[in-house]
């Protein structure tokens, strides 16, 4: 398990609510996503010993490292959030539909000027309506039968009105289950007054035709009709089944984010749910600290509650307007923070309430995204009870997950702080490493690893091969490799600003705050000398070890620094220093096995670098080449027979005649 997951803990905290459950490996990827009636019941029932769940579970199970969950207000909900999510992320232990079913629809053509009522699978953005999706596709094409049949609307898929008169009508309207509109008999304006009678009973005004249904069952059971009871009853349970309120997707097929925020004193939470094509695909939440301003404002607002015994009317109002006034702050910087570098703005931000600047931000969202955003806050309806989800989901993670959240905080950030704080260098956010492999010299090549706030950061590592050292001269092969990121990162600041683009941020034109080398005194000499000459201030310090290898403290302006070894700060120097020499020798490893492979090939006559080069990547290794048969060899891609003979004689030497090489 990972060791900021704690497995009892969390399990503890699981709400007996119906939701979604995602499991994650070590490496966050995510391993199954289930759904659940109550949470708590089953997430716990993975961690319970039990003999029988086969094999592939108890993989599963032996992998995830933690889970997470989501929050629904049913178990429908959660069933549609499960398959979209499944969709979306195709995790290895769920099984996965190979012709990608979906749930059925009722979709109501109001784009045409007599519209339909029709059963579906497919979500279009053509205009027409679309509720659900439900779990019961005979519950649905039951519900459209009884809709034609209360509002005598169509379903055929005549043109209407250019078709009018054209045909003689069908049989729905024989046996007086269809007004017609094929023959003109009903005006476009009567006709969609049924079926707007249709859509809102769809919309969930569904009492009157349940309690039609309900007199019918009653008259049918009197009557000693039981069969036509059964059928009423099962007709009602269908309508009751169809009429359940879907939050987990839209009809619209638009994209969306849905943001809410959750207070509780000088925290918060921002809880984003992430809508695309219409469908809600995953969820992500950011933890805040409020600023003082704010918090004295939430305080003012519980000692406003607190002294209200009988809380009067104008009480509550002032408090709540205190709590939205800061909620409107927080979600107004957030916004402003994370749309400022996200890498896909949707059309439309649904906000729990009002922000600061919401006009100004709404522009400059738009100009982001080269088109119109809009920021909207829901007052009722499904859209509402969205957001009031995302709600319940915040305070979820506020209340239940702080104190993990706080946990990683302290290995990561709370880190690096102890860092900066034992140099004595103020705010510390970003930290490269460097360290330097060879073999006797051979193949030198350097590692450069980052972290930011306390985690690597895996996409700006960088790789240098030792260009202008000969030998194993490991200070020589650090000053070639600081020189050329650093001047690298000084040019490229350069350009940017010789191009307006100060604000962009290149992969080199980000400096550190701080640079720590694998080594002591020497190491930091080295890095030191290079800064000077360059301009840069820069602090250096080297990550000493001691004589069975393991880090002990940090060398920094001539001293070195001892520390905690229990500390959140020494774990982060061990994780960096450990990074920094697994990196440089995974890469020397490669150079080396690249060597090795050429070397081999070289020597056969009359195979230059480019059938080297195509052999390697139709084999894949060197090894292969070697157990290849002759006419696997012959058919490889730019090889010819001659050729393929000198390459399997050179593996297999007697085995081939001379007239066959001939």
Sequence with gaps: M?????????????????????????????????????????????????????????HMVSRIAYFEYIVTDSELEALVLENNLIKEN????????????????????????????LFTRKLKKDGARYFGPFKSAFAVKETTELLRKLYRVRDCSRNLPRDIGAERPCLNYQIGQCDAPCQGQVSAEAYRENIGKAVDFLNGNYREVVRVLDEKMKKASESLDFETAAQMRDLKQSVLSVVQK???????????????????????????????DGKLIGRDHSF????????????????????AENLTEEGGSRQEDLVQEVKGRILSVFVRQFYAAAPFLPRELMLECRIEDQKLIEEWLSGRRGSRVYLKVPQRGPRSRLVQMAHENAEIVLKQDRERIRLEEGRTIGAMQEIAALLGTGHVSRVEAYDISNTSGLESVGSMIVFERGKPKPVDYRKFRIRTVEGPNDYASLREVLLRRLRHGIEEAEEMKRRHMEDALGSFSTMPDLIMMDGGKGQVGIAEDVCRELGLEIPVCGMVKDEYHRTRGLYYRNTELPIDRHSEGFKLITRIQDEAHRFAIEYHRSLRSKAQTHSLLEEIEGIGPARRKALLRAFGSLEAIRDAELDQLIHAPSMNTASAQKVYAYFHPGLLDKDTLA
């Design 2 to 58: 990972n060791p900021d997951f704690n497995l009892e803990e969390e399990l503890k905290k699981l709400p007996d609510k119906p939701g979604v459950y995602i499991m994650h490996d070590r490496s966050d990827a995510i391993l199954y996503v289930g759904k659940a009636v109550n949470l708590k019941r089953r997430v716990h029932q993975y961690f319970v010993r039990k003999l029988g769940r086969g094999p592939k579970i108890e």
């Design 90 to 117: 195709r995790p290895r232990y769920n099984t996965l539909l190979k012709d990608d079913k979906t749930y059925p629809y009722i979709k109501v053509t109001l784009q045409e000027e007599y519209p339909r009522v």
């Design 246 to 276: 879907q939050k987990m997707e839209n009809g619209d097929g638009e994209d969306r984010d849905i943001l809410a925020v959750a207070l509780d004193g000088s925290d918060a939470v921002v809880q984003v749910f992430y809508v695309r």
């Design 288 to 307: 805040l600290t409020v600023g003082e301003e704010d918090a004295a404002l939430l305080q003012e607002a519980a000692k406003t509650q607190d002294e």
